[in-house]
């Protein structure tokens, strides 16, 4: 039982790539979020997804898109990478009426 | 607009010392206030969490302070041990939206032995 996993843990970009960062959970949960941290912000929320085949934006959603692959993958993607992304992102996910949410390890990211 | 504001940012305590963080929040329909642990380089964790009906929660060393006329929450944490240094988030969320956590600007806490 793995929980929430996260790809790649660490990656540089140049301003301008594209990337997806990918999240898969095991606990057989519906609900699934989209994070970035930085520093004296906490984290705030870029996507959500409260059920598979649903996904709505959260605080900050400008610049991504998600896609909820199925039940347990929820997946981010960066279509034109700028600094101002710089950040941890982490993926989260909770049962549907529950509030707990269980956190991925995070992806290191640096957009040069 | 951080409608949670958390403080202190930063926070150094000896060991067995009582560390209390404190956050307060704008929005009344809160209704679910938990408090996250996060380790280097690891994703945050729930550590306890209370709802405004009661007043206090306690969970091992742990405990939430809950005033909801001042709309303010605090966490205490009983003879602190260096295990305990990390950081803290509060946050806080509405029933029937979709869980969304709105957390608040963090805490790093270290407890010198």
């Known amino acids: 039982n793995a929980g929430v996993t996260q790809t790649p843990k660490f990656q540089v970009l140049k301003t301008g790539q594209s990337m997806t960062l990918q999240c898969a959970q095991d606990?057989?949960?519906?609900?699934m979020y989209w994070y970035r941290q930085d520093p004296g912000m906490g984290l705030r929320l870029i996507y959500y997804?409260?059920?598979?085949?649903?996904?709505d934006k959260g605080e900050v959603p400008n610049g991504y898109n998600v896609s909820r692959l199925n039940k347990r993958e929820f997946s981010l993607r960066l279509e034109s990478a700028a600094p101002s992304q710089t950040s941890v992102y982490f993926c989260?996910?909770?049962?549907?009426?529950?509030?707990?949410?269980?956190f991925g390890p995070g992806t290191r990211l640096t957009v040069l | 607009q951080q409608q949670v504001k958390q403080s202190p940012q930063s926070l150094i305590v000896q060991k067995g010392g009582i560390p209390i963080i404190n956050c307060a929040y704008e929005?009344?329909?809160?209704?679910?206030f938990p408090w996250y642990q996060q380790f280097p380089g690891k994703g945050p964790a729930l550590l306890i969490a209370?709802?405004?009906?009661?007043s206090e929660k306690k969970e091992g060393r742990f405990t939430i302070s809950f005033n909801k006329s001042a709309k303010q929450f605090s966490l205490h944490i009983m003879d602190s041990q260096p295990g305990d240094s990390a950081t803290y988030f509060c946050?806080?969320?509405?029933?029937?939206?979709?869980?969304?956590?709105?957390f608040g600007g963090g805490t790093r806490l270290m407890v010198k032995p």
């Open positions: 989260a996910s909770s049962e549907q009426n529950t509030d707990t949410q269980y």
């Open positions: 606990m057989n949960h519906n609900s």
């Open positions: 209370i709802r405004p009906d009661v």
């Open positions: 946050a806080a969320s509405l029933e029937n939206a979709g869980n969304m956590l709105t």
């Open positions: 929005n009344t329909a809160f209704d679910y």
């Open positions: 997804s409260a059920s598979e085949g649903t996904t």
